[in-house]
C-alpha cells in the first residue's frame, strides 16, 4: 500500500517562487496545491481534507501574511496545522513577530532552496512549535 502524499497549501503572489517550491518539493513526494493571494487560500483551507503544512509569504497583494496567520492560530480546526513562513522580509524584527504571532519557522526567500526541503521535513515530522 502507497503511503498518502503530504499536502502543502503554498500561498506567494510570485509565480517563479511557487514555481521553484514545486519543482523542489514535488520531487520528494509531497502534493503541492497553490495560491497567489490570501482570497484564494481561504477557500482552499475551508475545503477538505486541511493541508499537512502551509507555506505563507508575508507580503501579500490582498492582506498581510501576519494577518492570515493570526486568523489561522485563532480557527480551532486549525490548532494543529504547521505554518512555516517564507519571506524576502529577513530583518530579525520581522523574523520574531511572525514567530511570536504563531508561525512554527520562518525562511527567508534568498536561502529557501537551501533550507526548505529540511525545514518543511521536520516540521512535517514534529508537527506544531509549542509554546511555553
Known sequence: MSE??????????????????????????????????????????????LPDLVLLDMMLPDVDGLELLRQIRETKVFDSLPVIIISAL????????????????????PGLGHNLLKTVQDVLKTGRRTTT
Not at 8 to 15: S, T
Not at 22 to 49: D, M
Not at 91 to 101: F, T
Open 90 to 109: 529577513a530583518d530579525s524584527d520581522h523574523i520574531r513577530k511572525g514567530l511570536e504571532m504563531g508561525a512554527d519557522r520562518y525562511i527567508t526567500k
Open 4 to 49: 498518502v502524499k503530504k499536502r502543502i497549501l503554498v500561498i506567494d503572489d510570485e509565480v517563479a517562487i511557487q514555481n521553484l517550491i514545486q519543482s523542489l518539493l514535488e520531487r520528494f513526494g509531497y502534493e503541492l496545491v497553490r495560491a497567489l493571494n490570501v482570497a484564494t487560500a481561504v477557500q482552499i483551507l475551508r475545503q477538505k481534507p
